[in-house]
């Protein structure tokens, strides 16, 4: 890495996790990021770096809260790692090329649901799904979290919601502990195939600790719409960049 690079990885991670604590979807500028600096295929498995040391910090966040409803999510755990396995192993088999337009693809659908506001839809409505749906469901959001990981915060906290009954809350609790659970084997997979780069992951990983501090401190509401629209739009600009300028 060169300096600028550094500077360039750091201040993505920042973003990242501002926007991820206030709004979501922080991967739409990490993954463009690392797009450029490492190529694809390594940007896929070196932003498991980050995301893991985030989600683990949130886990012991959410624990010291009392929030962690732990029998209820190791039940979901192991369909969660089997599809994360999948996925993960799929995503090390296609070319740079392809994964580059799947990135592309995946930012336009992160802009498309952060411009509809998701977690409206989820808001009061917990349920409860049979277990072999459940099961499904967690296996195939579980692969998809491996392949790209990329927009699966929603999907697993809506599953989550509506299929076994949490509130938001502790629903948000179980899908980070979801995800800090799957997100190791991903990483090994990834590892393993030699599309991780542990030195610029560390650095994003600084970045988005940093992030989400500074936006936890400064706790703007109203600031939460305006990172919205920033963050469709970088999506958007990125993911034009990856599919037609490439």
Known sequence: MTPFEVVI????????????TLAGGGSAITLPILTEIVGPSVANGTNRVAVQLANIAAVFGFAR???LEWRRVVAIIPFAIVGAAL??????????????TIIGVVLVLVAV?????????????EGEWPSWVRSIVFVVLGFYGGFIQAGVGFMLLAA???????????GNAAKVLLIATYTPIALFLFARAGQVDYAVGAVLAVGQVFGALIAARMAIRRGADWVRWILIGAALLAAGRLLFFS
């Open 160 to 170: 989550l919601v509506f299929g076994v009954g949490f509130d938001l809350v502790t």
């Open 9 to 20: 990885i750091a201040l993505g991670g920042l973003a990242s996790g501002f926007i991820n």
């Open 87 to 100: 996925g993960a192993w799929t995503a090390t088999q296609l070319s740079g090329d392809a994964i580059r």
């Open 65 to 67: 809260g009392g929030k």
């Open 113 to 125: 649901s952060v411009l509809v506001r998701p977690s409206r839809w989820v808001e009061g409505r």
